[in-house]
């Protein structure tokens, strides 16, 4: 299992705190700062999926006027993993 903390830029939240199994699967999904509710959504609909696949459904994504937003920054932290 490999463990990455990767801190965020341009978002609410701070920090993301997660892993990746022997299977290339999300694990443990947690968001420091943001919106709480929407942000325990986003980790428990992305738990044990394949990390392509958290790539492809959540890369991109704006928040308002920003560039980013938390879950284009989980993708974000899944492709430094790389």
Known sequence: MKHIVY???GTCSQQIDLDIDDENRVRNVQFLGGCNGNLQGVSRLVEGMKVEEVKERLGGIRCGYKNTSCPDQ???ALEQAE
């Open 7 to 9: 801190q965020t830029s």
């Open 74 to 76: 989980l993708v974000r």
